[in-house]
């Protein structure tokens, strides 16, 4: 008996005209997410893509690495069989044997998409439903509430047999939506953010900024930790550590103490949009955004105001998918994502080192550019690319 994978597409099947894009660009990341573990043939039909393996491997593995590819609705583990009726009902007998004998009441369910089997639908249902009756001692049909659905499905080259559907990652195919450049710290939001854009379809690049002595190796080795935890959705990351010392140095030494996170909150942008466009003119992505964990109001950092004058400093849209979350909002997606463990290790980040008490939450943007001006803003910039460290983050 050959174990298979049935893939529902997600919002993929509305997609129009773009469908194949969309279609292509999700089977890549699919091939991609199952590289090592095997040959596979891959056959879409009726928005469902087949995934059988052409030789012995565990195929729970499999289905574990496709329930964190994005643009997935549901897939399933079924059993495939040739298209004889005995032989099908044998296959379902013996493949959810297990799984029905936990179960009191069942209805079946069939899709016959090739027309030239000799059962239609309601035949097929009928008699499943009648021999699993007759097989399994504990069952009785409830076509309204049953506890499980026996699924038969007659397509072209086999049948199919099964009886779970598990909700995909659901979002659209990543690499569909663009490129984009995440902000991260090793705090609980920026991971989430991250996490949501990738899942409208944004490849990701990541940047962090580090300020040793001030931030040790274990804050660095934190945010590294968090990027392969996104890995299981995102494949590999590209990583950009850029060493920030000098420039909160001087931000402290040359600025207004409650301009100081403003300041820098710019700076990061600034030299973020720099490594954009260095990225882009080599040719193989191409970011048009960025995007951090900010929440409007959650810290006096992200007021609308303190958005505003950051916003000003770069000249790309800055995607905010937390804007409107609350933070418990935000610590339930960090906890089904896994990142929340890792988050609240108590590592300081380069926001917390030099942060006034009181911050300004009206900053006024004529301020800040006076402020700014008594810093070497290209140089300071020049000299953290330079000490800008870059590689890739793989899942653990
Ligand atoms: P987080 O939980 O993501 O750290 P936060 O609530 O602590 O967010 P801030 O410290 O004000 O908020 O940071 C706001 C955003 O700025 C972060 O979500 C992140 O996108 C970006 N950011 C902060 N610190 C860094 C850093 N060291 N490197 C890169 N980006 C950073
Ligand atoms: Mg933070």
Not at 162 to 172: E, Q, V
Request: aromatic residues 8%; hydrophobic residues 35%; contains cysteine.
């Amino acid at each position: 008996m050959k174990e298979v994978i049935l893939i529902k597409e997600g919002e993929i099947a509305l997609k129009g005209l773009n469908r194949s894009n969309f279609e292509i660009r999700l089977l890549k990341n699919i091939k991609q997410r199952l590289k090592f573990l095997g040959n596979f043939k891959y056959e879409y039909a009726q928005s469902t893509l087949t995934i059988e393996p052409l030789e012995e491997c565990d195929m729970q593995i499999v289905a574990e690495k496709i329930s964190t590819v994005f643009g997935i609705a549901s897939y399933s583990l079924a059993a495939s069989s040739e298209k004889d009726f005995t032989t099908i009902k044998e296959i379902a007998k013996k493949y959810l044997k297990e799984h029905l004998t936990q179960c009191k009441t069942f209805k079946v369910e069939a899709r016959r998409s090739d027309k030239k089997f000799p059962l239609k639908s309601p035949q097929i249902c009928a008699q499943m439903g009648e021999f699993l009756i007759n097989e399994f001692s504990n069952l009785t049909v409830d076509v309204h509430n049953p506890d499980t659905i026996v699924r038969v499905e007659i397509r072209d080259k086999a049948a199919y047999i099964y009886a779970k559907r598990l909700p995909g990652a659901g979002g659209i195919p990543q690499g569909c939506g663009g490129d984009g450049m995440l902000l991260i710290s090793g705090g609980i939001d920026s991971p989430v953010a991250g996490w949501m854009m990738a899942k409208r379809g944004l490849k990701l690049q990541a940047v962090h900024f580090i300020s040793p002595p001030y931030t040790s190796e274990r804050a660095l080795k934190k945010v590294e930790k968090l990027l392969s935890i996104m890995c299981k959705w995102c494949d590999c990351i590209p990583f950009h550590c850029v060493n920030f010392t000098e420039f909160q140095e001087e931000i402290r030494n040359k600025c207004p103490n409650d301009l100081f996170t403003i300041i820098m909150r710019r700076m990061m942008m600034k030299i973020s949009q720099k490594i954009i466009q260095n990225q882009n003119t080599q040719g193989y992505c191409n970011i048009q955004t960025m995007v951090t964990g900010e929440s409007l109001g959650q810290v006096a950092s992200q007021t609308l105001g303190a958005m505003v004058c950051t916003d000003a400093a770069c000249n790309m849209p800055v995607l905010r998918p937390l804007i409107g979350m609350d933070k418990s909002e935000i610590v339930n997606i960090s906890k089904d994502i896994e990142t929340f463990e890792t988050s609240i290790l108590p590592y300081e980040d380069c926001c917390t080192v030099f942060t006034p008490k009181h911050p300004k939450t009206k900053p006024r943007l004529s301020d800040i550019e006076r402020a700014e001006s008594k810093l070497n803003i290209d140089g300071l910039i020049q000299n953290a690319l330079e000490k800008t460290k870059f590689y890739l983050i793989r899942e653990e």
